[in-house]
């Protein structure tokens, strides 16, 4: 898609405050697709002031009129499924195979869900003598990360708007045209004037005027847990609403007598699908020393699957990664891995062969990983699995459970009452039992460090709510 020169406020495209602009570079060759306007605290000052407008006349429209516009928004993202796809493929890298199904129907899946929950939630209960009424929180700031792009920003503003709030949205800088088509299938959904607004930019810049705009009621933040730490500081201190997904370390618990061959393959596809980039990605596997060494020769093989090439060939599995600071942070990882003496058993920091132009990591599988080593502690967001031993199921847990993160997981076992058994010790906020599959309704968001809130579902709406009791 063309890029706009402007920002998407009060229901049109306007110009921006300054000139600065963000080029866009496609991170499989390195050329520059497009220009997004870099905007300026001026900029956030407009959106947040159109927000505000918009919101009475927003929080006052009935629940099932809320409902038919995000209908009418998923629908208008439905329509453009393909050009989202291949929108999201040229800015962030990811394989148009993982693009189709994930970076376009799941965001579309989840704005559908949000229609019907804005229809049916019950926003008002009667408790003994009183009503209570679940009210729009008011003008929503939404920052959002490139790693899942359109995903990060539907399950921001679909339940925001499907409770009544209105919203700024400031998405990151690397995947700016995916947030641009959003706004225009906004624009065609008839969405009232206002009700939505986007601001392209910098963090440190726009991200930061909005997180700490006084005429901002809640943040919501998607990314590091460096950004994170600052936004809920900032919030803090202004007693706004906050929400923080952050980053991962999850594990993949393999217990003995689990299907080993499909829980490492599994495990290895979880790891790297959209390059490693996914921040409830199964980074540590945890194998039981009895099957240790075959899980590690099933985890190396499986990496040979998945060689990295051109996103737009519908049989690449591995893309590159989203830009070049990831790229060297990620083979600086890997640098450490060998360093702290773990064995590479695949990849290694080394760019790909035949691979000149472009920001490429080899899928890494790392073995004799011990649990205080960098690798195993820190979230690296690229393609590299770490493959830990253990001897018995508590020091399983205890490795489970030793790092500041508690995001996603997952336990294979022979017997799904002890996988779950397992599971409930986890401190981590979704575990997925023999390779259950993802729910867009389930309550999404970590335990610890990795983040406060809980994004998808009713959990997801609620953020957006706060309750007011009448009492009779
Ligand atoms: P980041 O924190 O640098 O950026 C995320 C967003 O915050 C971007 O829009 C950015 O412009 C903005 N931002 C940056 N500095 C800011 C500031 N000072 N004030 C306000 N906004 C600011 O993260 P990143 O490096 O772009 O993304 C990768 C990280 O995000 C990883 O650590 C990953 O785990 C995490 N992440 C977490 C989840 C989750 O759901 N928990 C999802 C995706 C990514």
């Given at each position: 898609m063309k890029a706009h020169d402007g920002m998407y406020t009060d229901g049109a495209w306007r110009a921006p405050a300054g000139r600065e602009v963000i080029e866009v570079v496609n991170p499989a060759d390195e050329q520059v697709i497009g220009a997004v306007p870099a905007g300026t605290a001026e900029d956030v000052d407009a959106a947040v002031r159109g927000a505000r407008a918009a919101f009475p006349g927003w929080a006052a429209t009935p629940p099932a009129a809320r409902a038919e516009r995000v209908a009418a928004l998923r629908d208008a993202l439905a329509a453009r499924r393909d050009e989202i796809a291949e929108t999201v493929t040229a800015e962030l890298g990811a394989p148009l195979r993982l693009s189709q199904p994930v970076h376009a129907d799941l965001p579309i899946t989840v704005a559908g869900t949000y229609a019907k929950l804005a229809a049916e939630y019950p926003f008002e209960e009667r408790v003994g003598n009183s009503t209570v009424y679940q009210e729009p929180v008011g003008v929503v700031a939404a920052i959002t990360p490139w790693n899942y792009p359109l995903h990060q920003i539907v399950a921001k503003v679909a339940p925001a708007l499907a409770a009544g709030c209105t919203v700024v949205l400031k998405p990151a800088e690397d995947t700016p045209l995916v947030a641009q088509l959003f706004a225009e299938a906004v624009d065609a959904a008839g969405l009232?004037?206002?009700v939505f607004n986007l601001v392209t930019g910098r963090g440190p810049v726009a991200g930061q005027a909005l997180a700490e705009h006084?005429?901002?009621?809640l943040v919501s933040f998607t990314g590091s847990t460096a950004v994170g730490r600052r936004i809920g500081a900032l919030a803090g201190g202004a007693v706004k609403r906050v929400a923080l997904e952050l980053g991962g370390k999850s594990a993949n618990v393999i217990l003995p007598g689990a299907d080993l061959a499909r829980a490492v393959n599994v495990g290895v596809a979880n790891v790297f699908a959209n390059s490693g980039q996914?921040?409830?990605?199964?980074?540590r596997m945890l194998v039981h020393a009895a099957d240790y060494d075959e899980a590690v020769g099933l985890a190396a093989t499986a990496a040979k699957k998945y060689p990295p090439g051109d996103?737009?060939?519908?049989?690449?599995r591995l893309g590159p990664l989203v830009s070049a600071v990831q790229r060297d942070r990620v083979r600086g990882y890997i640098e450490r891995g060998v360093a702290e003496g773990a064995r590479l058993v695949a990849g290694g920091p080394?760019?790909?062969?035949?691979?000149?132009?472009?920001?490429w990591v080899a899928p890494t599988v790392f073995a004799d990983?011990?649990?205080?080593?960098t690798i195993a502690q820190e979230e690296i967001f690229g393609p590299v699995l770490a493959v830990l031993r253990y001897e018995d199921e508590e020091e399983a847990l205890r490795i489970a459970n030793g790092t500041v993160y508690g995001l996603g997981g997952a336990v294979w076992a022979a017997d799904e009452a002890a996988a779950v058994a397992f599971a409930r010790r986890m401190d981590t906020g979704q575990v997925d039992i023999n390779g259950g599959r993802f729910n867009p309704l389930a309550p999404f968001g970590g335990y610890k460090q990795s983040g406060v809130g809980r994004e998808l579902g009713t959990h997801g709406l609620a953020e957006y709510l706060q309750p007011k009791s009448l009492q009779f």
């Open positions: 009232p004037a206002g006084e005429g901002v009621d996914t921040c409830s990605a199964w980074t996103p737009r060939d519908p049989a690449t080394e760019a790909p062969e035949g691979l000149t132009r472009g920001y990983v011990t649990p205080g080593m």
